[in-house]
């Protein structure tokens, strides 16, 4: 898969589990409808600038952005970490350290049960 498949495959994601159309979640990136068309479509070739500015629209890097996670698997937790997002930011400064303790060693565990079957 191509890395504008794998965009594409993430914006969707993001734009179905938003429930926006194409019109509203271009409104929301500050892009226009026509490039979010284009991104979706896996036909679109942003700029850097372009991909940090989505990025940072939808409060993920753009890695993550570019790299797609469309696997079921993956984008389901994907997902759910936007959704977590929102209530983390909320929390205290000391609680938002210990989160992002716990969520490096969350990821460091599944990195490790991936290696461990291969994928």
């Given at each position: 898969?191509?890395?504008?498949?794998?965009?594409?495959?993430?914006?969707?994601?993001?734009?179905e589990?938003?429930?926006?159309?194409?019109?509203?979640?271009?409104?929301?990136?500050?892009?226009?409808?026509?490039?979010?068309c284009?991104?979706?479509?896996?036909?679109?070739?942003?700029?850097?600038?372009?991909?940090?500015?989505?990025?940072?629209?939808?409060?993920?890097s753009?890695?993550?952005?570019?790299?797609?996670?469309?696997?079921?698997?993956?984008?389901?937790?994907?997902?759910?970490?936007?959704?977590?997002?929102?209530?983390?930011?909320?929390?205290?400064?000391?609680?938002?350290?210990?989160?992002?303790?716990?969520?490096?060693?969350?990821?460091?565990?599944?990195?490790?049960?991936?290696?461990?079957?291969?994928?």
């Open positions: 898969m191509s890395l504008q498949e794998d965009m594409a495959g993430a914006i969707r994601a993001i734009m589990r938003k429930n926006l159309s194409l019109t509203a979640f271009s409104e929301e990136l500050g892009i226009s409808r026509t490039a979010l284009d991104y979706v479509k896996a036909r679109g070739n942003p700029s850097a600038a372009t991909i940090e500015h989505m990025a940072q629209k939808l409060g993920i753009p890695a993550a952005l570019i790299t797609g996670l469309t696997s079921t698997g993956r984008r389901d937790i994907f997902l759910l970490l936007l959704d977590t997002l929102q209530g983390v930011s909320e929390l205290s400064e000391e609680d938002r350290i210990r989160f992002a303790e716990l969520f490096l060693e969350m990821m460091q565990l599944w990195e490790k049960e991936l290696a461990a079957e291969g994928g």
